[in-house]
């Protein structure tokens, strides 16, 4: 299985804030990362797939990067209603994997 | 309304069994590949079991296979879980979810909103 390993997974942050997050993969996977952001008692939102390419309805603050191995999540201009918990995903296979998630939190 | 609806959740005891379901809307379910992930409490996501638009391209993780059956009826806009030799570790929140990739790069964009199944 691929496994997918998030840092941090916790940080603390203020509104307004520049925040990644980084995802490894234990192998090579491409661009097949996806990124879902999840509210307390909420399913997941779908934000980024295929590494970089944002999820109509999304806000342009998120971005994503990264190929191969090493990936980035990154909110700029971090907002209120952005301190949840956010988690990679792999695709390249249909075993898909995530990653243990990062919790955003006020600082 | 575009909307996954689960449904079949609650407590069950150590070697039963429970069946899920997952009612699609205002979608084409035949074209979709669907797929059953999971979060047991205070944890993170764990996917489960996948299923291509017709029942021929089933997966499942390790922890399930076996035990857990996925299938789907296109007539009915309809998918499954049939969970059999429930583990208390398969406590968690149940989710479906869509497939915008058909398989090509799996990456989910439409969720219902969780079933709770307890193994207690």
């Known amino acids: 299985d691929i496994q997918m390993t998030q840092s941090p997974s916790s940080l603390s942050a203020s509104v307004g804030d520049r925040v990644t997050i980084t995802c490894r993969a234990n192998q090579s996977i491409g661009r097949s990362v996806n990124w879902y952001q999840q509210q307390p008692g909420k399913a997941p939102k779908l934000l980024i797939y295929a590494a970089s390419t944002l999820e109509s309805g999304v806000p342009s603050r998120f971005s994503g990067s990264g190929s191969g191995t090493d990936f980035t999540l990154t909110v700029t201009g971090l907002q209120p209603e952005d301190f949840a918990t956010y988690y990679c995903?792999?695709?390249?296979?249909?075993?898909?994997?995530f990653g243990q998630g990062t919790r955003v939190e006020v600082k | 309304q575009v909307q996954l609806v689960e449904s079949g959740g609650g407590v069950v005891e150590p070697g039963g069994s429970l069946r899920l379901s997952c009612a699609a809307s205002g979608i084409i379910f035949s074209e979709y590949y669907m797929t059953w992930i999971r979060q047991a409490p205070g944890q993170g996501l764990e996917w489960i079991s996948y299923i291509g638009n017709n029942d021929r391209t089933v997966y499942y993780a390790d922890s399930v296979k076996g035990r857990f059956t996925v299938s789907r009826d296109n007539a009915k806009n309809s998918l499954y879980l049939q969970m059999n030799s429930l583990r208390a570790e398969d406590t968690a929140v149940y989710y479906c979810?869509?497939?915008?990739?058909?398989?090509?790069?799996?990456?989910?964009?439409?969720w219902g909103q969780g079933a709770l199944v307890t193994v207690s």
């Open positions: 979810a869509r497939d915008m990739s058909s398989g090509t790069l799996p990456h989910f964009d439409l």
């Open positions: 995903q792999q695709g390249y296979t249909t075993l898909v994997t």
